[in-house]
């Protein structure tokens, strides 16, 4: 059996180089983390982080909520306590006083090692909610400059560009007309309201949607013009309701992103807002922007995409023409599951609109989470081995659906797509990815 | 010995009692303001009804995922913590003597029970106590206090039933069994022992956001 | 400019450009907007197959186009939109499009009361701004945050000014961002720069700016304040002294600032959106005194008046001493005017407006799908399908309303003057 030494001396083999961290940790001073740590103490450290470091008996029943766990052969370091074992524990017990080796560790394991998918929450006997530390610990992280380089470049994209992938302003517009311009060969009339004042409803997006899949939009529009939805785009920022910032630690930035993502659908004066098919997107719009904001809850009705989805087909605005005919399965993304329940939602959409539905095991609140959520993914190519290995489980659960008949996954999110993506392919599981519009598009009713 | 034994029985008892009610009292109001000045939102998300809902799937045995995924843990987890709280309150001796000196009483357990409880709870101690040395997780986690507590528990309950049946040295056992269990209630507000006094908030507050704001179960 | 008193002030009902007949004669028409004066409704419209253009009073422009999008009215009631042939785009004003082209033009902008039209534009991946057709004579990696001056003579910009590779963290933070004013980058660079603002006299500009990802601040024509804050928000002009103030984030919540002192005593759970009352005496801004309860606050005191969910669009009066805005709570918008609520809940609320000596407020509103304008707390009565925001006379006795009528009134656009004091009390 190993000890914990000998965890300890394969963490330090496996070390991965992460030019953020790296650079970050270079100008950290242990007089620097103390005074920075204590800070946020001083702060943000209120009663739910004694709260949770506190409850915890150490009992382990989170352990095998957590999908990096059950990956890494059981190795306890991955289980969600131990992931707060080594960092905010130890910080807090020590009063800051560690050193510039110690927060590279912590950074890792708080931006690579945890999806903060809250599954372990409804483990835990106490609700404990180890994302929440985990989020802490990248608050400080964020304080301190030491965040992994490529979702620091995100987090600067959001506030240089208000979105996430560097899209300039014009090329937002140019994609949105050039998705109509292909939308209308197949539907001569169809339109990408841009900024359209006064309609009923504020479709917003995630950078990646125009960068890599504007097919996206061109779908979405195709099903807002089938069910006849007054709806708009703007053409300013705020078309982005994606929000990694929320997953570095820059809570400053998180509220900016949300303040303009409400603002453009209040400045158009939309009734509502639907989000694509994101699920930390979600998250930041519905439960963390709006609180940091000072809302308690959002200031418009803002729903996800399979809510609009299942809205639509139940008031029959929305026909279907064929039934998807190939066995589907569902992965629940945590951020609309665990999140926001609407894994009975999205399974009234799938049994609308598919012949065959095949569940995952575990599923719902208790699906085990993509691997890539939490801003995982998007810490990039050093962690991405590390990301795929730490999500054999998923491969597993995922094989286990097929052996069933399962030809197709849904997952509507764009984070899972990212992580399911790379687990299909690394354990060659033979499985198509599809987001819910994808079928939608395919079977309903176009005109 | 006497004048242990007098301390033990008169003014100790005072002393935990006062420790554990005001410490615990003291504990939570202290959190409570904390809350209010850091964390002022828990207050506007806190949800008696799926505060309830949730605290109720986790009191009621197996009636949550993860109880069902670990039947063993779950079962000794409850029986223990059970015991744990009910034999000491509820013990014949306990009662007569409260009685005695404090002119009230209470219905108590047959003796027979008593001892099958105290059993139980020590054994239970001992589960926990393989649990943090055999399964590798728990091992990790465990601290050099886990185990202090663990001993700290189950010391009352060994001695108690030990003076009970008058076991050789019964006498020592005795005061060794009031000190322990005035340690117990002493130790209750500082130290993971809280964790009891924590569990309706913590878990009260995760039920909350979970039923009131993102409209799925915790359990 | 057209002054307002030269406008139709005649009360009664005129229906404008027979709109009931030419919106069915278009295969693909978009929505219609409406000069301020309401005397011309427009829309883009598909002239023939795949060519656009922009219909105005039942006449078509002359020209059509590729693509034609963000139809608006200048504030001298010339349609304007945004418009494209063979990949390139321009401005179009009256459908006459202007000399150069670009590969995208974006952000129309127009001071409140000038003729002046100003543009972000981009050519070759670069970056610039155009007003009447004269593009700035420097060019920028990137271009946001575009607003111009009172008289739409001066524009501004964030703009990037210094390139650094893709995932380049170090170079990002050392500072690549600035401001421009008319084409003229500030020599320093920040890590970034938001919101900006214009003085009254078109002379000055400040901005929202961060100097490390942890230090926000306002910087006035390029220079920095002193003071760094956890946050700020949008700096504001005093309209007379020239004087900048901001939001900002201080440990007991938000404050606001001037010229880097706190000069309000009271702490915020939000504060945004402040404006000057005309002569500069009051400040006004959208709050939240406690968590999840929107108000304003005038002056460092708050409203008694709560909304659950946000409040928006505060206006003063011309004369300063009223304060109207919109709250919403428990999903209805309200429209509030000095602290007291309208009693009438709505689906959705445009920002009202006062009239000259600030006496009446109107207001337009959606409910049930239908619109309407609201004077004084009351509905005039009639509904529309379509209506744009209402204007009063200049002596304040008249009001100007504009709407599309139901189908089983014929559907027409009109425009109605009505008397005030009629329809108000």
């Known amino acids: 059996m190993k000890t914990s030494e000998d965890f300890q001396a394969a963490a330090e083999e496996k070390r991965i180089y992460d030019a953020g961290i790296e650079e970050g940790a270079k100008k950290l001073t242990p007089e620097k983390i103390r005074s920075v740590f204590n800070e946020l103490m001083q702060t943000e450290g209120g009663a739910r982080l004694e709260a949770y470091t506190k409850a915890c008996v150490h009992c382990g029943l989170c352990s095998d909520a957590c999908h990096h766990y059950l990956s890494n052969d059981r190795d306890p370091r991955f289980s969600p306590a131990g992931k707060v074992k080594q960092t905010i524990i130890e910080i807090v017990s020590r009063k800051g006083k560690v050193d510039a080796d110690f927060m590279k560790r912590a950074c890792e394991i708080a931006f690579t090692e945890c999806n903060l998918c809250r599954r372990c929450m409804i483990y835990c006997p106490f609700g404990i909610d180890v994302a929440y530390l985990m989020l802490f610990v990248r608050r400080a992280c964020h304080q301190l400059g030491v965040v992994p380089q490529y979702i620091q470049d995100t987090a600067h994209s959001h506030a240089a560009t208000y979105n996430q992938m560097w899209v300039r302003d014009d090329e937002w517009i140019d994609t949105l007309q050039w998705q109509e311009d292909e939308a209308r060969d197949e539907i001569p009339d169809l339109r990408i309201p841009i900024e359209k004042e006064g309609a009923d409803i504020f479709y917003s997006v995630i950078g990646p949607e125009p960068k890599f899949r504007a097919q996206l939009i061109y779908q979405m529009a195709v099903i807002m013009h089938a069910a006849g939805v007054d709806w708009t785009m703007p053409a300013s920022q705020g078309w982005d309701n994606s929000d990694m910032c929320m997953y570095t630690g820059d809570s400053e930035m998180t509220a900016r992103l949300k303040k303009i993502h409400f603002e453009a659908a209040l400045r158009l004066k939309t009734k509502r807002i639907v989000m694509g098919e994101c699920g930390h997107a979600f998250r930041s719009v519905y439960d963390v922007g709006n609180r940091l904001l000072g809302w308690k809850m959002p200031p418009l009705q803002m729903i996800h995409a399979i809510s609009f989805y299942s809205e639509i087909i139940e008031q029959g605005r929305l026909k279907i023409a064929e039934k998807f005919d190939r066995p589907v399965t569902f992965h629940d993304p945590c951020n609309i599951v665990r999140g926001r329940g609407l894994h009975e939602t999205a399974r009234y959409v799938i049994n609308q609109v598919c012949t065959t539905f095949i569940e995952l095991e575990p599923n719902r609140e208790h699906n085990y989470c993509c691997g890539a959520g939490g801003g995982v993914i998007n810490c990039g190519p050093p962690f991405k081995n590390k990301r795929v290995q730490s999500n054999r489980v998923k491969a597993d659960q995922l094989a286990a659906a097929k052996k069933k008949g399962a030809e197709v996954v849904i997952a509507p999110c764009h984070n899972c797509h990212g992580g399911l993506e790379d687990i299909i392919r690394h354990y060659e599981l033979g499985l198509e990815l599809k987001f819910l519009g994808d079928i939608l598009y395919e079977c309903i009713q176009k005109e | 010995m006497h004048e242990i034994y007098q301390l033990a029985s008169g003014i100790l008892v005072w002393v935990a009692l006062i420790v554990f009610v005001g410490g615990t009292a003291g504990r939570l109001i202290r959190m409570a303001i904390t809350a209010r000045k850091k964390d002022a939102v828990i207050y506007q998300y806190f949800s008696f009804y799926y505060a309830l809902r949730s605290i109720l799937h986790w009191i009621i045995p197996f009636g949550s995922m993860s109880m069902r995924a670990r039947p063993a843990m779950t079962l000794v987890a409850f029986i223990f913590h059970i015991c744990l709280i009910i034999t000491p309150i509820f013990l014949a001796a306990h009662v007569i003597l409260i009685a005695e000196s404090w002119g009230i009483g209470w219905a108590y357990l047959p003796n027979a029970v008593a001892d099958i409880m105290t059993i139980l709870v020590i054994l239970g101690c001992l589960f926990f106590l393989l649990r943090r040395i055999v399964q590798r997780d728990v091992r990790y986690l465990s601290t050099p206090g886990d185990f202090v507590l663990l001993l700290v528990v189950a010391a009352p309950f060994v001695t108690g039933i030990w003076t009970y049946h008058q076991w050789s040295g019964f006498e020592i056992a005795g005061i060794v069994h009031m000190l322990s269990g005035e340690l117990m209630l002493i130790c209750l507000p500082f130290t993971r022992l809280f964790h009891m006094a924590l569990f309706p908030f913590t878990r009260g507050y995760a039920g909350s956001e979970a039923g009131g704001v993102r409209r799925a179960r915790d359990w | ?425």
């Not at chain 3, 700035?136 to 575009?146: A, G, I, M």
């Not at chain 3, 969910?309 to 428990?330: F, H, W």
């Open chain 3, 1 to 425: 400019m057209q002054q307002r008193e030269s406008w139709d002030w005649t009360a009664g009902t005129r229906e404008i450009g027979d709109f009931g007949a030419w919106r069915t004669t278009y295969g693909y028409m978009e929505e219609p907007h409406v000069s301020e004066d309401g005397e011309k409704i427009a829309a883009i419209v598909r002239a023939e197959e795949e060519a656009y253009t922009v219909c105005v009073n039942g006449r078509p422009w002359e020209n059509t186009f590729d693509k034609v999008w963000y139809l608006r009215f200048t504030p001298d009631h010339r349609p304007v939109a945004l418009v494209s042939d063979t990949a390139m785009w321009t401005v179009a004003i009256d459908g006459t499009s202007w000399q150069n082209w670009y590969e995208f033009v974006w952000n129309t902008r127009f001071a409140n009361t000038a003729s002046h039209v100003t543009i972000a534009a981009q050519k070759e991946l670069r970056y610039f701004v155009v007003t009447d057709d004269t593009p700035w004579q420097n060019e920028f990696f990137s271009l946001n945050h575009l607003i111009v001056s009172p008289d739409g003579r001066n524009a501004a910009a964030v703009v990037q000014n210094t390139t650094f590779p893709e995932a380049d963290i170090g170079k990002f933070q050392e500072g690549c961002f600035t401001v421009a004013v008319n084409g003229e980058a500030w020599p320093e660079q920040y890590v970034n720069a938001w919101e900006l603002d214009f003085s009254g006299d078109g002379r000055h500009v400040a901005a929202e700016i961060r100097t490390s990802l942890y230090d926000y601040t306002i910087a006035v024509d390029g220079k920095t304040w002193k003071k760094r804050f956890p946050c700020v928000w949008a700096p504001r002009f005093h309209p007379a002294d020239n004087s900048v103030t901001a939001p900002v984030k201080i440990p007991g919540g938000w404050s606001l600032a001037r010229n880097e002192e706190i000069i309000w005593n009271r702490g915020y759970k939000q504060l945004w959106h402040h404006m000057y009352s005309p002569d500069g005496s009051h400040i006004a801004a959208v709050a939240a005194p406690e968590f999840g309860k929107w108000t304003i606050v005038e002056d460092d005191r708050a409203w008694q008046a709560r909304f659950n969910e946000v409040v928006t669009d505060a206006v003063y009066s011309p004369d300063g001493n009223r304060i109207a805005c919109l709250g919403k709570s428990n999903e209805k918008w309200y429209i509030a005017v000095d602290d007291r609520i309208w009693d009438v809940a709505l689906d959705m609320a445009w920002q009202p407006v006062f009239s000259p000596d600030g006496s009446h407020v109107a207001a337009m509103a959606e409910k049930n799908g239908s619109y309407t304008i609201i004077i004084d707390g009351k509905p005039i009565g009639q509904e529309f399908t379509a209506a744009w925001q209402p204007v009063f006379s200049p002596d304040g006795t008249r009001i100007l309303v504009k709407g599309v009528l139901p189908e089983d009134q014929g559907g027409k656009y009109c425009r109605q003057v009505l008397e005030v004091e009629r329809v108000a009390s």
